[in-house]
């Protein structure tokens, strides 16, 4: 029975034939939607826990849909054709859905084929990659439901290789195609082995012949762990050629993929199939960004999960991978909402089988520490392990603390992102179980180096930890007897070196400084307050420097000073700082005037590197201070002690993201004002006046839409600030990458000339920071891999320094 006749048959209890017929017609101009409303929740919802069993329900709704495509055939296409790719994990119940729906009407079957085939070459041409595969797996699962034929679909799979295998295009393109093959055949490849075998085993020898030719220098940035693993970091389109092998081997049987066909093998059988349509893949374009190679995060293996337990499935399993992409799936479906994650982690459908814990968080973590940047907010993942933690408290905290164990251990050879990932991850967590650790068993880290990873790590995580406490309550976690101490951080309070009891310090200096408080608290205007500072020499002038364009004592004063007053709170730092903006920004006309300016915000906080950072966020924001200037101000010799902390980073990368952005921001505004000006070219030739133009625009896109037309004049001028930001973040680059090769390049000639090894941990820290920024700004970077080609790493740099350049490269050849 359609569900429109089901809707108008229901009769409200205890009303009159008169009042329910009112009812009725008052509902009538909203039937419509409420009937296409109920098919798609029917649609989306089937597969979910119900008392009736998947295979009812699967019958039950092909007769709604069956005597509803009359009247919305159009709409059950459109929902049909969008929850095969919005909703992967129920890929085999949609195909089922469909095989039902051929059997009873041939031609919708056709129709949505064609759909689906239209789509999925809409996907491959806007770049939608993920759709696109997942496209291709419900095609390539409508042939075990008789809905496509076998013959058709070995068709689109030598397409795609044709593809896969033209010259003169990026690997990370062909790969894709490759991966999107792979990827649909533990669904469809015992329907192919059964009814194609020679096809198949023709296919497996083309892309064994691809995967053997691959180059894989993209593969060591990518990894987390930099060395030799107990679990092997493998590259995830090798990794899943293994996986897939090993089906062949075991012929095409798999034990995870739920497949409800089976129950109406005989219906379906009966039923006609068709073909897929041609599919041209579009040409190669360099404005098309392609998914960028990964590694398959790997922490667990059997051994570590109880042995009473299910097992946990091998690396080369393809059960590993599906129930690794089942969750990866669960977990961008529901991330937004923890509750709701933890809650649909925690009921897998198949969680009987498997270690299930471990899985969810290797999987997690291995989303944590992704590169070259995590999907969603590193935050996000944190606040899901908590969730989890709250949900199944026997379990999950358990497994947790062993992972947490598991990557300490193993914290000598993981790359700088990785680290900071995770201290900025485990000191999150601690403030949410009242900073709570077995510290004891971190204790030997103590007798280590200080540039050791383990006792540095332990550092940062109690800085983190600071961030989020208070100083005493972080003295007060750690053992008292064990010398914990000499790891805690330094007391967060600025050093002010113009106090009047400081002998190291020209009392003329104190005397000017003291007037200045004065005249602050006094509040009289900034121009007057800088005034007591006018009668201080200047020491470039008196080292020689007659002409010297500023003055580094007023500066190092006026900061110092600003900053001391301000030290209560974050507030009261940038009030002072915006007080005597316009003073602050006179005295930073130079770049070395500016490096003054963070240098003295260096000396006074040096002991509150979260303080520091919230500053020179603000300077930057305020354009006291400019980014170039920054940069040169982390590498200079007064940082190099502090060059391993991970604060460093912090601006570094802060900074790189404010001239980006800014960069981003002066591009859509150039795009869309040739938008405008390109619009109003066309409403000029239509309209009878630039008013009317200027009325128009404004009707139809609301008041953000200037009224009048941008100029070309305007354009030129925008032209112009878009090439000088994009001069600026070419130059900041330039900067950060020769700093990069000079401090590396020296310590490397000395370890030499001393006749040590240059690999020490200082090395590895650095060289891994030179990566993660190629990483971390990889699509920023990218655009001036010819300039940095020339002017920098050229053939006379160090191979070690070089290498990780070519690395870059290789993530997008």
Known sequence: MPLACILNCRNPIGHSPKMAGHMRKRRRGHEQADIEDRLESLIKRVGEKSSSSLESNLEGLTSVLEADLSTYKNKILRILTDCAVLMPDKCSVYSTLVGLLNAKNYNFGGELVESMAKHLKDYLKNCEWEKARYSVRFLSDLVNCHVVSAGSLIQLYDTMMEAALEPNTPQVRRDWFVYAILSALPWVGRELFEKKERDLDRLKETIDSYISRRVKDHLVSLRVWTGQTLHPQEEYLECLWFQICKLRNDYWQEKHIVRPYLAFDTLLSEALQHSLPPLNPPRHTES????????????????????????????????????????????????????????????????????????????????????????????????????????????????????????????????????????NWFSYHLSNFQFKWSWYDWTPCLEMEQDHPKPRFVQEVLEKCLRLSYYQRVVDIVPKEKNFEKLLPPKPEPRYKYTEDNNNVDPVVVIAAQNLIASVKRKTTPEEAFLTLRDLPNPLQEEGEPDAPYNPLKIDVLVQTLLYLGAKSFTHAFQALAKYHQILKALGSYEEAQICILRSVYEIWHDHPQMMTVLVDKMLRTEIVECSAVANWLFSRDMMQDLTRMYIWEILDMTIRKMSKRVAKLERELAESKEKLKAAATSDGSSDSEAEYGRGRKRKHGVDMPSEKPTEEMIERMEDKVEHAQTDQKNLFLIIFQRFIMILSEYIVRCDTDGKDFKTHWYRWTLGRLQQVFLTHNEQVHRYSDTLETLLFTSDVDSHISETFKQFLALRS
């Open 288 to 423: 098309m960004v392609y998914p960028m190679p990964k590694v398959i995060f790997r922490m667990f293996d059997y051994t570590d999960c109880p042995e009473l337990g299910p097992v946990l499935p091998g690396a080369h399993s393809i059960e590993r991978y599906l129930i690794e992409e089942h969750l990866s799936q669960i977990l961008d479906q529901n991330i937004p909402e923890r509750k709701e994650c933890a809650a649909a982690l925690l009921a897998f459908p198949q969680k009987s089988k498997v270690p299930l814990e471990y899985m969810i968080i290797e999987v997690i973590l291995g989303e944590l520490f992704r590169l070259p940047t995590p999907q969603y907010l590193e935050i996000a993942y944190g606040s899901l392990m908590i969730e989890l933690c709250k949900s199944q408290p026997s379990t999950i905290p358990q497994v947790l603390a062993q992972a947490v164990e598991i990557l300490f251990d193993r914290i000598d050879t993981m790359n700088p992102s990785s680290f900071d990932r995770f201290a």
